[in-house]
């Protein structure tokens, strides 16, 4: 049964009837610019064919029913009005409701913030908030750093714009669930996952300004260069609620501060020399990780523009070492993904996403999957690491509504 198919059943057995309509969003990988999004810098994610499905449909109350098959089925519900006392979720702590559920309760919450009332449960538009039952159902490996949360964001964004009327456009909803990440699930993330998995288009990647939340798309062309893109899982899990990516985020300020700038975005690869005497070691460290991972993202949109897809190796080798060096985001099984990967003739290859574990991505040979793949399965045997989950992506479209 595909993940469609699950959205409907669960829908069925939530409600005893078929939903009104189901819509998707997908996963991401990130080409290059990690940790740049909350700095207003330049990242190069695209959407990935992966994809997180939400079947829904209207009910005459003013409650808000949603149920996943990442949680035993069992659904949590409350009142939409309620939704107000239970987010913001206080910094830190854990959000009132199951994890998964602050996902899509969070957007619903968001949503109607960013759409003002104009009277009692009505929209601007004049359409009611009226109750809602959300089915989930997703294709997107959890805690792989694929971005499976902003894709229950996206399909439920998009399914709760349709039904509510909100008439609200993509890069509104995908503020809507960084709002529900940010502030509702407590993972100070920032807007990278949401673009992508809105915006993603088939065969390009999204060059994106994290200031003005431009976006462009980039003619990635791997199929027509004879290359594929493989995703190495290292299936160690990690969470951006807590620990190391608060703390990155939090020397990433401190920088600017100390900088004198708004965000680490103002700083140039020129302004380093500076940089280095104002500041501790680590903060100049994380500082400088920045500042060169924006200039390798503009780099690399030149370089594919004008060079194409076989030009970028070194550009993703040098990302990868600035993250494990500087950033101190990798972990020994992404540095063993990404070390077996170059040893067997990747053009380039780096862990993608927030770090402490999740996926790297390596660019290769067409017909050299099969070769990398079972290097890197090899090379993790021998660390003693648990067997990766290896897969070919290629860049894929964003949000929709499928039925
Ligand atoms: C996570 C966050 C993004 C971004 C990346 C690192 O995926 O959700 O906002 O910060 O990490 O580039």
């Not at 899509?104 to 538009?125: D, F």
């Not at 500087?326 to 063993?336: A, G, H, K, N, Y």
């Amino acid at each position: 049964m595909t993940a469609l198919q699950q959205s409907a059943e669960l829908f069925e057995q939530l409600t005893g009837r078929a939903p009104d309509g189901i819509w998707s969003a997908p996963g991401r990988v990130n080409l290059i610019g990690e940790h740049t999004d909350y700095n207003d810098g330049f990242v190069l994610p695209f959407a990935i064919p992966h994809r997180t499905y939400a079947a829904a449909g209207m009910r005459d109350d003013g409650r808000i029913r949603v149920v996943s098959t990442f949680a035993g089925d069992q659904p949590v519900e409350v009142a939409l009005d309620e939704l107000a006392t239970l987010f913001p979720t206080p910094t830190g702590e854990e959000p009132a409701v199951a994890e998964w559920a602050a996902y899509p309760l969070g957007v619903a919450w968001a949503l109607q913030l960013a759409t003002p009332s104009t009277g009692s449960g009505t929209t601007r538009s004049g359409t009611q908030f009226k109750g809602v039952d959300i089915a989930i159902a997703s294709e997107v490996p959890v805690g792989a750093g694929l971005s499976s949360s902003a894709a229950i964001e996206g399909a439920t964004a998009s399914a709760l714009n349709d039904l509510w009327d909100t008439a609200l456009d993509r890069t509104a909803l995908a503020r809507i669930g960084r709002r529900a990440e940010n502030e509702a699930v407590g993972a100070p993330t920032g807007i990278m996952d949401q673009m992508a998995s809105m915006l993603g288009e088939p065969d390009a990647a999204i060059f994106l300004d994290c200031r003005t939340l431009d976006a462009n798309l980039v003619q990635v062309g791997i199929a027509e260069a004879g290359l594929a893109i493989l995703i190495m899982d290292t299936r160690v899990q990690h969470s951006h609620a807590t620990g190391g990516y608060r703390e990155r985020r939090e020397a990433c300020e401190r920088g600017a501060a100390i900088m004198g700038v708004p965000a680490l975005r103002d700083v140039s690869v020129a302004d380093l020399g500076r940089a280095e005497k104002l500041m501790d070691d680590v903060t100049f460290r994380r500082v400088r990780h920045i500042v060169t991972e924006n200039q390798r993202v503009l780099d690399t949109v030149t370089t594919l523009r004008e060079r194409g897809a076989r030009a970028i190796g070194d550009l993703l080798v040098a990302s990868h070492a600035s993250m494990r060096d500087d950033f101190e985001i990798s972990v020994p099984e992404l540095d063993t993904a990404v070390d077996a990967a170059l040893a067997a003739g990747a053009i380039g290859a780096r862990m993608t996403g927030g770090g402490f574990g999740g996926a790297a991505i390596a660019l290769i040979e067409r017909d050299g999957v099969q070769a990398v793949s079972d290097a890197v399965t090899a090379d993790f045997a021998a660390s003693g690491f648990a067997a990766p989950h290896i897969f070919t992506v290629t860049p894929a479209a964003g949000a929709r509504r499928d039925t």
